[in-house]
């Protein structure tokens, strides 16, 4: 049982040192690109969203704006509508899981700490974390940071706050 363990232990500290390899590669790839820079001027994006975004988007131009993006991921609302009534439901779930649930992440992060949120996105955030559940204002905000990316990787130009 004693041996079975050790066994055990080292393999896990072999798999350790492959995800710090497959890091380190990552990081690299993400410095040596121009648009991952870019999009990692937007609070909540790191090196995993940066290169998840590259690998999965090739041209922000296959998207007319930010809106048709956050939908391709699933950001958006699910509609429902009989008789000439609209009902708007929770998000579609539809497309992109791992670009969803990594934007989604990164908005927990900022609204995880309300002075960072309110310094960036103003009293907006604020308001909809008053008036919302906090998963609901999450979602909001991850659908917000993947228009920003949209807007970052047509233009080419870094995110700045504005005051």
Not at 3 to 9: D, F, N, R
Not at 63 to 78: C, D, E, M, S, Y
Not at 82 to 93: A, E, N, V
């Amino acid at each position: 049982l004693m041996q079975e363990l050790i066994e055990h232990h080292e393999y896990y500290l072999q798999l350790n040192e492959r995800i710090a390899g497959q890091d380190k590669k990552l990081k690299q790839l993400v410095e040596q690109n121009e648009d991952a820079q870019l999009l990692k001027s937007i609070p909540g994006v790191g090196d995993l969203t940066a290169s998840q975004c590259l690998a999965d988007i090739s041209d922000a131009g296959n998207f007319k704006n930010g809106r048709q993006l956050a939908a391709w991921i699933g950001l958006v609302p699910h509609q429902y509508s009989t008789g000439g009534k609209t009902t708007l439901l929770g998000i579609s779930k539809r497309g992109n899981k791992a670009l969803r649930t990594l934007f989604i992440h990164g908005a927990r992060s900022i609204l995880s700490r309300p002075e960072v949120a309110a310094a960036v996105f103003g009293e907006w955030i604020l308001e909809l974390r008053a008036r919302k559940p906090f998963n609901v204002a999450v979602v909001a905000l991850a659908n917000k940071l993947v228009r920003i990316a949209w807007s970052v990787l047509s233009t080419k130009q870094a995110f700045e706050v504005r005051v």
